[in-house]
């Protein structure tokens, strides 16, 4: 079993940035692909961005391309999401996610799922 724990979520200026961490335990790490997922309120569950395990892949919703960065530190087993240029859409619940292949992580279908952190932009 893998344990994922989102934090850096809070309330931002639109137009600001925020960096989010996840922070993996209880299996290896670094065998794991990993994404981003938010969810505002009355919509559904939206894949943002994933990374392989070896960094080597990413992926990127349209929405986020240009302003979102993810990245991980294998040795520190956590996962990030660098966001910048946030806009009032951007305002959600984000969920950090693991599998054992990056497609499932992908279409929404992860083995693992974190608890979320709060993300709020005001204009």
Known sequence: QVQLVESGGGLVQ????????CAASGRTFSSY???WFHQAPGKEREIVAAISWSSG???YADSVKGR???SRDN???TVYLQMNSLKPEDTA????AASST????VVGRPDYWGQG???TVSS
């Not at 639109?14 to 961490?21: E, I, P, Q, V």
């Not at 990056?102 to 992580?105: M, N």
């Open 14 to 21: 639109a137009g600001g940035s925020l960096r989010l961490s």
């Open 33 to 35: 692909h990993m994404g």
């Open 57 to 59: 892949s990413t992926y």
């Open 68 to 70: 979102f960065t993810i």
């Open 75 to 77: 040795a520190k087993n």
């Open 93 to 96: 619940l984000y969920y950090c």
């Open 102 to 105: 990056l497609h499932t992580v």
């Open 117 to 119: 952190t709060q993300v």
